[in-house]
């Protein structure tokens, strides 16, 4: 739905794929290519921005290291909004959890690469 006012969004994307591996990250919304990033294992990439008002931001972001190339969709506004304002994703070779930064009672939450959730 619509919204008066819009809070800004941090993304920040860890590196925890193994150790000595790189990962390179390109992140983009409809509006918006952030380029492409290369994070050290243990590193972190991040990005902000306001959710348009009407609650259809969207970013996704391919991810590459080694033979491997994944994407995933990391801010759905549908899925994200109202889930953290600072958001700390960690990717590894087989799933992405994601946990609001600003809130130490918040657990992890899991996705494998098809955006299921994973246990």
Do not use: M
Request: charged share 25%; hydrophobic share 30%.
């Amino acid at each position: 739905g619509l919204r008066f006012k819009t809070h800004e969004v941090k993304e920040c994307i860890r590196n925890d794929i193994g150790f000595g591996i790189d990962l390179t990250v390109h992140c983009r919304s409809d509006d918006d290519d952030l380029g492409v990033h290369d994070i050290l294992y243990g590193g972190v990439y991040s990005f902000s921005f306001k959710p348009n008002i009407f609650g259809a931001t969207h970013f996704y972001c391919s991810f590459s290291w080694q033979n491997a190339e994944k994407s995933f969709d990391i801010y759905k506004d549908e899925r994200d909004y109202s889930r953290c304002e600072d958001c700390s994703w960690r990717v590894t070779e087989h799933y992405l959890c994601v946990s609001a930064t600003d809130s130490l009672a918040s657990p992890e939450t899991c996705y494998d690469w098809n955006g299921k959730f994973y246990l």
